[in-house]
């Protein structure tokens, strides 16, 4: 059997070596580079879980106001309600009978009629006061003309 090593010249291979190595400001440019991509994405990690509580907290703060108004809903309706019936004639009735109040027809000096003219003229019989328009009154009671 035959075995043949081949030599190696040790210049050659310590000269491969040296060739191969790198220097030592390309290192550095090399560990900056990676550092600056690592605190890139550490970055933009951490600025995405800021955002993912914001959106909680702000979903959150919606659920919370959502109920609030629904609440306030409930409320209002059962508001509506209660004026309903307070209005009902049933209930006026029985509040008038309680109180022992007596209804009839108006006296005709109880009764006063306001008449509004709301053009920018004047109408017949209607002064103008300091540039606004005077209001004229319409004294009536029960369909009779006090003049």
Known sequence: ?????????????????????????????????????????????????????????????????????????REVEALQVRREKLCAWSHIRGRIAQLGLDLRMPDPFQVQRLVVNFDDRPAAGETILDGKLAMSQDWSAAGNVNQ
């Open 1 to 73: 059997m035959n075995i043949q090593t081949r030599n190696i010249r040790p210049s050659r291979r310590k000269n491969r070596r040296d060739a191969e190595g790198l220097s030592i400001g390309t290192k550095l440019f090399v560990v900056l580079n990676v550092a600056i991509a690592l605190s890139a994405v550490f970055l933009i990690a951490n600025y995405r879980i800021s955002l993912n509580q914001n959106i909680s907290g702000i979903e959150a703060q919606s659920v919370r106001y959502q109920q609030k108004i629904h609440d306030l809903n």
